[in-house]
């Protein structure tokens, strides 16, 4: 190596010799990475089920990209405001004096070809580097371990991210399976026939579901049921009563049966205890004096919807919001399949 050539020298030749390939894929590799980032970021609502968009994530996929858009408007400058012009034609000069020295050396074949050299970056250096004895990095491995280094450090962001999801999960599914076992422990205790799927066998993003039928002295299900949606907190977020309703008995005796059930339902509700978002949540249950008038007024095949655009604020409950609604099917188009229920919604209120 020529002794002349200062360290800035050889740097700034081998970094042109490498910048020339890096920028003609620069925009490639920027596609790459964002769909890394893509990739990571939907892996992390399916899988890991973060409720949010994970920002260390997404700062480091825009600092790579910058990093990119930096290197491509360099190489875009430096060709045509011809940057470092000083030193370049310092150790220029200094390629072709040894060049002169020598002029029986046997010059090298060059170790790129033209449409890799589509900037001249390449060339340009190759020439210098060549009679000074600078050695140059491999023009094809370099662009392609920067774009390695770059997926690395973005999927290396995530996995700290990704163990602590695990640790949350886990912490949030015993957490709903605390209340989804108090709820099915008194739905059995109140006669009722309980479902519930283990929150402990599998995540859920949003809500479990613990569910209880109404039964007969038979064993049989009457088809009046309660509902309780469970957050990963714990809590209760949502309830619903499903009263069965049959067309042959009178409206009054179908409404005492269905608030029959009703008080059942709640009653085991009630008896587990659990927390809710809202406390209306677990103590809301009554039907709205204006909906038992329109259904003991009405038939079993007329259809009914009240909520608090028609009652106001008698439907907020503690924090929670009631609607209630008779569901049936015309008398001329009743037939075996079709049902006719009272559904009591209590959710939290806007």
Partial sequence: MNADVTGWERLLVRWYYVMGPLARRGLTYILIVMGEFLFLSMLDDLVFHDPGLYLVGLFTMLAIVIAFTIAISYVILATNYNLNKKTWGSVAAKAQAARLEDPSREKAPAPFTAREDRSGFLRASWKIAEPLGISLPDHRRFPRRVLAAALVLLAAMYVPHFVGRVQIMRQEMEAAA???????????????????IDPTKGHDKVSYYVTGDVVDEAGEETGSSIRVDVNNDGQVIETGYHLAVDPSLSQVESLAQAERDLELLHGALAAADVPALVPGLVTAHELFPEFREAFLAGSPYESISLDHYDVGEAALVDGAEVACYFFTDPLDEWDEHSEAYLWIRVEPAD
């Fill in 178 to 196: 605390q209340t989804t076992r108090a709820l099915v422990a008194s739905f059995a205790d109140a006669g009722l026939d309980p479902f519930c």
